[in-house]
């Protein structure tokens, strides 16, 4: 059973930079897996931010930054803002139409 | 602009089939892109259903595979969810999506969720 591992919780101050990332439980992600990222403040649905690794979607700021860092993707807020404190989420492909989502990670700003 | 709108019962009793659609507005689903169902349990991650594209056979969670149909009815522009034999770890919001899709070879494979609608949230509950 893959398991796609995000850290639980990140504190950031204000105009400060973070970096969450996304692993596997067993191997490497690569662009392959073609991560994505995603939003979601409490009681809306989840916004995409960040698709095939590093392009931003439709409206978002770029402060938001995609990449593979060593054997993980990775997603950096350069400059964070505190309507950034929500739950950031990533997805990698499997491959043969299979989604994983990561657990979660809550980004506090203060 | 694509809209979705998931509905259905709010409360299911254990045992029984959770049944929910998607209106889909501003796109037709026969026209392409991916399209899917995604639950949150209450305080909890996001977890993947399922996928499925017009014309092709459905992706699904293999955790769920044995209790989820995803369907699609193009005469209604609607995406459908029925999941058997629920239990209260079935109790969640559930959210249907628009997946945009990449290029393999010859062949489309779903990659990320563009747009989401609102969700739903379903108890399950006797």
């Known amino acids: 059973q893959t398991v796609v591992t995000q850290e639980p919780s990140f504190s950031v101050s204000p105009g400060g930079t973070v970096t969450l990332t996304c692993g596997l439980s067993?191997?490497?992600?690569?662009?392959?897996?073609?991560p994505s990222w995603y939003q979601q403040t409490p009681g809306q649905p989840p916004r995409l931010l960040i698709y095939?690794?590093?392009i931003r979607s439709s409206g978002v700021p770029d402060r938001f930054s995609g990449s593979i860092l060593g054997n993980k993707a990775a997603l950096t807020i350069t400059g964070a803002q505190a309507d950034d404190e929500s739950d950031y989420y990533c997805?990698?492909?499997?491959?043969?139409?299979?989604?994983?989502f990561g657990g979660g990670t809550k980004v506090t700003v203060l | 602009q694509v809209h979705l709108q998931e509905s259905g019962p709010g409360l299911v009793k254990p045992s029984e089939t959770l049944s929910l659609t998607c209106d889909v507005s501003?796109?037709?689903?026969?026209?392409?892109?991916?399209w899917g169902w995604i639950r949150q349990p209450p305080g909890k991650g996001l977890e993947w259903i399922g996928t499925?594209?017009?014309?092709?056979?459905?992706y699904y969670n293999s955790s769920l595979q044995s209790r989820v149909t995803i369907s699609i009815d193009t005469s209604k522009n609607q995406l459908s969810l029925r999941l058997s034999s629920v239990t209260a770890a079935d109790t969640a919001v559930y959210y249907c999506?628009?997946?945009?899709?990449?290029?393999?070879?010859?062949?489309?494979?779903?990659?990320?969720?563009?747009?989401w609608g609102q969700g739903t949230l379903v108890i399950v509950s006797s």
């Open positions: 999506a628009r997946i945009g899709g990449h290029l393999y070879g010859n062949t489309w494979y779903p990659e990320y969720f563009e747009h």
């Open positions: 501003g796109y037709s689903i026969s026209s392409g892109y991916f």
């Open positions: 499925i594209h017009y014309g092709r056979s459905p």
């Open positions: 067993s191997g490497s992600v690569a662009t392959n897996h073609y």
């Open positions: 095939r690794t590093n």
């Open positions: 997805v990698l492909d499997m491959g043969s139409g299979i989604s994983v």
